[in-house]
């Protein structure tokens, strides 16, 4: 332990892997004293949006499943390296997660299929000449002069593009929107234009061995609580106080648990960092009978950010973000069944195994409905007599191809019969859904939030200029040259808040430069044109 580190004290608020990763830099860079780290996460678990939990009894749930990349998450795989594994004594997770990818493969065989149940030939992007000059166009734009647009706006001549193979792949890979902001779609471009010849397949798709809150989350916790870190469950902070005057000084963290309020005073060369948004805030579960409600008030992350950024010039404007659930919701569901009767018809159909095929997608589907089918078993506690996939939907305000409601007011069991459908598989449905445990969805409001059009300046700094104890890790953060949306952004931000704050002269990994490497781009063009 660092003398100087003696009484210093760091408070992460949210308990994400953000707050784990620097918690995990802190130990490890800065020899920093782990019972001197307090993370206070409001909900009643770890992990923010990475999540993967349930039973057989109950059936398993996850919200969402973030895809990993191995070319082009640094920071992640850095960490991840120094992190142990759980499971396996003397490999690091890193390790972990890179041989099991290895040994499992993704080659999407079926990415889209239409309305007739065809699996459609998709190794033409689609473009027309007017598409590949917009798309073209944009790429040279300095980011600068695309504050508040979107992408409609960009391609409002160009409405063919979004006809395109192309558009509804990195679409419903990415889960942008339309009227998603054209910067982050450029950021996309920027930084997965080595993904662009094989999305397709999405060959670059880095797979965990299960969901990611056991493969991720839980070997960080359990790393950090060998360092004796605290952490604080139910411990929903309010508010913070800041020093009168010039500067950014955070002096006391305001906070409600189990009813009782509580404030922690700052002491002199303590530490606040904080989650100023989180994309999963609100999110709600239902189950096969019941839908999950939608609700959009009072978002935890979103109005303690509103009530600091008020007070202080920097903190960034969480208004674009958190305003507009109508723009920013969609809704996923978790299958469970016991046996593997469903998975067995969708192998056959898709020509992929489980864990293999990465997302396919009903590209004609009211809801643009798309499902994962993982490797078995996706969780820790999943018997090999119980199989689960996951799928998700990006329109929830449109009704069904066949279930004639929209998809936010459909319970799980609806869900599912709108995807055999969608499957043609209507003869099977009766043995199907005997073998059905749970299907449990999830309306999540603020999911696409940091997608959402917005201003250069709308984004905080991760520490904001004149800040002296104060970062911030996020989706919601700005760092130049990266794509939110990632497990890459939230590690990044953590080591930046580190460094930064501690004055740690130590390298962040830098944002691999694919776009600049002319073989890459090379290809990129010639997909353009296939």
Known sequence: MKKE????????????????AGASYLVRDCNF????????????????????????????VCRGGRMLNEETYENTWELLSSIPSIEQEGVSVCDEILAFDHTHPTHANARLINKDGEVLDVMSMGFNTADRL??????????????????????????????????????????????SSLFEFKRYMSRMIFEFPRIQTLEGVTRTPYNQYDSIILPIKTYLDGFGVDFSLKYKVTDLDFEEGDGITVTAIHYEQDGKLGMIQLQEGDLCIMTNGCMTDNATLGDLNTPAKIVSENPMSGNLWAKIAAKKEGLGNPAPFFSNAEETNWASFTVTCKGDKLLKMIE???????????????????????????????????????????????????????????????TGKEMLVELLHHLHMEEDMDEV????????????????????????????????????????????????????FTEEYSIRAARIAVYTLLGLNKKVCPVTPHMYDVRTLMKALNTSYR
């Not at 009484?7 to 784990?20: A, C, H």
């Open 5 to 20: 580190y003696e009484n210093k004290q760091v408070y992460f608020i949210g308990g994400g892997l953000g707050s784990l």
């Open 33 to 60: 004293p782990g019972e001197n780290i307090h993370i206070l996460e409001g909900m009643h678990i770890l992990g923010g949006s990475n999540d993967g939990a349930g039973n057989t009894t109950n059936g398993f």
């Open 134 to 179: 917009a798309l073209g166009r944009l790429m040279i734009t300095p980011e600068e002069k695309l504050d508040n647009l979107r992408i409609s706006d960009w391609f409002a001549e160009t409405p063919h593009f979004f006809e395109t193979n192309f558009w509804y792949m990195w679409q419903t890979t990415f889960a942008f929107q339309k009227w």
């Open 348 to 410: 056959k159909y898709s020509r992929n195994k489980p864990g293999s095929g990465a997302l396919m997608t009903f590209k004609d589907s009211n809801w643009l409905m798309s499902i994962v089918v993982a490797a078995q078993p996706h969780f820790k506690n999943q018997p090999a007599d119980t199989t689960i996939l996951w799928g998700y939907g990006l329109y929830t305000d449109k009704e069904g191809d066949y279930v004639k409601k929209p998809m936010r007011d459909c």
């Open 433 to 484: 859904m005997d073998s059905v445990v749970n299907v449990i969805p999830c309306m999540m409001p603020y999911i696409d939030a940091q997608f959402q059009p917005r201003a250069m300046s709308d984004r905080p700094k991760v520490v904001p200029d004149g800040s002296t104890n104060l970062a911030m890790i996020s989706q919601f953060v700005e760092i130049p040259e990266d794509m939110v």
